[in-house]
């Protein structure tokens, strides 16, 4: 399950949860950790938290990672990942369908 929004309460991430019924869904690809976002799954409020905006056309679209954000160990191991990593600050390509929202985020191991 993903929130959307940092701890400071702007746009961002302030915590990733595993839940069996989330709204979201993980995969690595190389140095990428890939989110799928359900829109059925979200009111338009929480996609606006997530997104910053509301979202009236499908596209690509940039999102803005304010900060690093370090994975915590549940999440890595989830994942597949044996040493400790952390989303990278920066512009992240985000793909939008009826269906989901996909944000791209590169990683990097420490």
């Not at 400071?8 to 709204?23: A, F, Y």
């Not at 997104?51 to 690509?60: H, N, P, R, S, V």
């Not at 160990?73 to 044996?82: C, D, F, P, T, V």
Request: with cysteine; hydrophobic share 40%; net charge negative.
């Amino acid at each position: 399950d993903w929130s959307g929004h940092r701890c400071v309460g702007t746009n961002g991430m302030c915590k990733i949860e595993p839940m069996l019924e989330g709204n979201s869904f993980l995969k690595i690809e190389s140095n990428k950790l890939v989110f799928i976002v359900y829109r059925d799954k979200l009111t338009l409020r929480e996609e606006i938290t997530i997104l910053g905006k509301e979202i009236a056309e499908e596209g690509e679209d940039i999102f803005l990672m304010p900060e690093s954000f370090p994975l915590n160990r549940e999440i890595s191991n989830a994942l597949g990942i044996k040493e400790d990593a952390s989303i990278i600050a920066g512009e992240c390509p985000m793909i939008i369908t009826k269906d989901v929202i996909e944000i791209t985020f590169e990683i990097e191991m420490k």
